[in-house]
């Protein structure tokens, strides 16, 4: 144990503070049992390292960080650290790469409720399945979910600002006011082309030069590894997944004629659609439908994305489709906090309520035809908005598509 706490210290100590995640403001840290779940790369352990940093620093007795992934977990189980943890006085566990360990929601069930003084907070895999038969940890922990860098995160992070998010009804009541607040400050598009191409993922601080590589390794890591460990799914399949990551990163956008796309990589058309969910539960892709509930494993996107426009660049590279990278762009910074599904006219129905068309410049909302049973499903006359790109400043129901990067 005095291995992990010689880690542990040694991480928490070297953990920058200088830029900081909005989610860290919305975890609710006093709950006893906490998840954060996310696809790899997004940040989930400099999370709990700052957390650790701020909350535990005059106390580093009471907090224990380790990653079960470490060898020590080779020849020791996790339930002797925490005893061994509570015994000398710790109070809070914060363990990484939870889903690495073998039947861990029957472990941390038991260890909550064997240790009411405990305190645990875990990060696992987007793929994490805390609804288990055997532990059911949804109706103790309090679980949230970690995507990417948003564009407002990326700015401050790599700009030096320090500007605040803004709700979607703010935006689109406001944007106006905002977006020339935003630009009296910066020039968006001096840093949104390098946001869809390589900033998402918080490791661009390492180098632009490198980020290509690190994607590549990431992607690899979810397809070849927790794929294969979450969702039982067999190597041979693997390279036609990312077969099946190229043909939608090719299209603009992507509606997918399953049977086509089955023949064309090899797959039936029941693995396929199998496949098309783990890949969004991986956060590699993103399905749009038209019903935003009931949905099934083996029910056929309407619309197929992938998960963010980094990805896209990764798999096609310099000539990527402008319309379909705008998209996937909306499609990614909305899906966060708001529910979107494919409406019949327009491009995203929003939390039911709010119609978005994508577009450049020129776009106008005239374009918006909406059927008549869309119209009144929305009252789209008044809820019909268009989310224009190349314009620093918006204009009525015109809105500059990089706002929409500063809803998170």
């Known amino acids: 144990m005095e291995d992990l706490l010689e880690v542990s210290r040694r991480r928490i100590s070297n953990t920058s503070m200088d830029f900081v995640r909005s989610i860290n403001h919305k975890v609710q840290w006093k709950a006893r049992l906490i998840g954060v779940r996310g696809a ?15 909350a535990f ?39 990484d790469e939870i889903h690495k360990y073998p039947e861990w929601p ?52 790599s700009a030096g600002t320090a500007f605040p998010l803004f709700s979607l009804e703010d935006i689109l009541q406001n944007h106006e006011k905002i977006s020339a607040e935003i630009c009296n400050t910066i020039k968006p598009f001096k840093y949104f082309e390098t946001y869809l191409q390589t900033g998402y993922y918080p490791y661009f601080t390492e180098g632009v030069d490198l980020y290509p590589m690190r994607l590549e390794e990431t992607v690899a890591m979810i397809l070849e590894m927790e794929l294969p460990l979450l969702r039982r799914v067999e190597m041979a399949y693997i390279p036609k997944l990312k077969q ?52 099934s494993i083996l029910q056929k996107p309407d619309k197929l994305f992938l998960e963010n426009t980094n990805l896209m660049h990764l798999f096609k590279g310099p000539s990527w489709d402008r ?4 998209e996937t762009f909306l499609a ?16 995203f129905l929003v939390d039911g309520k709010y119609l978005i068309e994508v577009g450049g410049k020129r776009k ?8 008549d049973a869309q119209a009144e499903l ?21 809105i500059p598509l990089w706002l929409f990067g500063f809803l998170y």
């Not at 009471?62 to 470490?70: F, H, I, P, Q, T």
């Not at 929305?378 to 015109?398: L, P």
Request: proline share 3%; glycine share 6%.
């Open 323 to 326: 319309g379909n990278v705008r």
């Open 244 to 295: 099946l990551l190229s043909v939608i990163s090719e299209s603009a956008p992507f509606i997918p004629n399953i049977s086509k796309l089955g023949e064309r990589i090899g797959i039936n058309r029941q693995t396929l659609l199998t496949y098309i969910q783990y890949l969004a539960e991986a956060r590699l892709t993103r399905n749009l439908y038209k019903e935003a509930q009931g949905i």
């Open 378 to 398: 929305t009252n789209s006359d008044s809820a019909a908005w268009v989310a224009a790109d190349d314009i620093e400043y918006g204009y009525d129901r015109k």
């Open 57 to 95: 620093g005059d106390e580093p007795g009471r907090v224990l960080y380790a990653s079960l992934d470490n060898l020590w977990f080779v020849q020791n189980s996790l339930p002797d650290l925490a005893d061994r943890f509570v015994k000398r006085g710790g109070t809070h566990l914060f363990l």
């Open 332 to 347: 990614n910074q909305l899906a966060y906090e708001h529910s979107i599904v494919f409406p019949e006219a327009g491009d």
């Open 40 to 54: 790899r790369g997004t940040g989930k352990t400099t999370l709990l390292l700052q957390h650790i940093k701020e």
């Open 106 to 157: 029957r472990v941390i069930k038991n260890l909550y409720d064997d240790y009411p003084e405990l305190s645990i907070v875990f990060t696992g895999s987007s793929l994490l399945e805390i609804l288990d038969a055997r532990a059911d940890l949804s109706r103790r922990a309090i679980v949230y979910t970690m995507q990417g860098l948003s564009f407002r995160e990326y700015l401050n992070l």
């Open 364 to 371: 106008t909302r005239r374009q918006l035809k909406a059927t």
